[in-house]
């Protein structure tokens, strides 16, 4: 059978991420509608948008054991579809906790995507390409943000967004299944890993050394906005404008790390080298803002910029550590440790931010990211 092109392989494996993150992610563009629909106070409402987040922690592991047995086509289609499902039943709900328990629900349907399309990467590219598609496919989640942030604000009711969110699902489950082929399993190759890669420290050394470096990705992506209004006194949209420009600059952060790494012929040295960057920036952007200093804000884009720039790395990193036998299940564990990390950071550092100010949790920051690096394995089997 020829081979099919990689690149649309690539783009499939995208769109499947992306649909997923348009209601993971894109929640929170609904708050103001969930208020006024269903008379929620703001705390519930934050409960309703993170449940899609939470119900996909309790199965990434799980689809990405269905993506190693099954395939990708099948692990991604079936739980896109899935989602839509839970998506359309959402949609016809009208109290605050059945409405979360199908979103949690389609959380865990639609988390599919995020350990199968990786497995597309690991399967369909040659090593020396595998950083800077793995960069592509990590876009997936801004791009899907970005989508989400686009549509639903102008559907005018919660129906109508869920059943937008459905039908982006339904008609990206149908082209996976379509489309997709699976990438060649037969024999492993020869020096390929095939018994469980967590005998070694390496891989456990990088699931935490990606951990950690969530806290300065979210640090700035959850506060950035805030500081900006509150201590440099900027008008919201102003700033709205440049976090979001921010966001894309990081975007293409992640194909640029994925090119060096590609270059470079390492994940994890340049994984390294970039968190040492991400913690001195940090470092320096805490002394700005606690000195008072404008030079607080360039530093602030700056530290955001970076700190979303490697995450294509590590995921390279853990899928070629794992093996194809082990990818999806490690791509799984990879998920879940960030995921738990993203949703800790926000509410740990808001408490940390009230009692002794943005100074202290951008340092805390910059210090996890030099732990990071320290945590990151160095070369070698």
């Known amino acids: 059978m020829r081979a099919p092109n990689r690149w649309a392989m690539l783009s499939l494996g995208m769109a499947a991420q992306g649909a997923g993150c348009v209601f993971m992610y894109g929640l929170p563009f609904l708050v103001p509608v969930l208020r006024e629909e269903l008379g929620l106070g703001l705390a519930r409402a934050g409960l309703v948008v993170g449940a899609p987040s939470a119900g996909m922690l309790f199965t990434l592991i799980a689809w990405g054991w269905v993506a190693d047995r099954y395939g990708e086509r099948l692990a991604m289609a079936l739980g896109l579809g899935l989602a839509t499902m839970f998506l359309v039943c959402a949609a016809f709900t009208t109290t605050a906790g059945p ?16 350990a199968a399309s990786g497995r597309v990467v690991l399967g369909w590219f040659p090593a020396e390409r595998r950083g800077v598609a793995m960069g592509w496919r990590q876009t997936a989640q801004p791009i899907g943000v970005a989508v989400a942030g686009a549509v639903l604000p102008s559907m005018g009711s919660l129906r109508a967004a869920l059943l937008t969110m459905a039908g982006i699902c339904l008609v990206t489950a149908v082209a996976v299944a379509s489309m997709v082929v699976d990438p060649p399993r037969g024999r492993a190759r020869p020096g390929e890993r095939t018994e469980s890669p967590y005998r070694s420290p390496r891989l456990w050394r990088v699931h935490a050394a990606s951990m950690l470096l969530v ?21 919201p949209a102003s700033a709205g404008q440049l976090v979001a420009v921010a966001q894309f ?97 926000p509410a740990a550092l808001g408490v940390l931010i009230t009692q002794t100010g943005f100074g202290a949790a951008f340092g805390l920051a910059g210090a ?10 160095p070369e070698g089997t």
Do not use: K
């Open 249 to 345: 600059a990081g975007a293409g952060g992640r194909l640029l790390c994925g090119r060096w790494s590609d270059w470079a012929r390492s994940r994890v040295r340049p994984m390294r080298q970039l968190a040492l960057v991400n913690a001195s920036v940090m470092v320096l952007l805490a002394l700005a803002v606690q000195a008072g200093s404008t030079a607080g804000t360039p530093l602030l884009i700056t530290a955001l910029v970076i700190s979303m720039s490697g995450n294509g790395l590590a995921f390279t990193a853990v899928s070629e550590m794992a093996g194809a036998a082990w990818a999806g299940r490690a791509l799984g564990g990879q998920n879940t440790v960030q995921n738990v990390a993203a949703a800790a950071t």
């Open 215 to 235: 806290v300065p990705q979210f640090a700035t992506a959850t506060f950035a906005l805030t500081y900006l209004v509150a201590e440099r006194h900027w008008h």
């Open 99 to 114: 409405l979360a328990a199908l979103l949690a629900l389609a959380g865990a349907s639609g988390a599919s995507a995020n």
């Open 368 to 377: 996890l990211a030099l732990a990071a690096a320290l945590a990151t394995p």
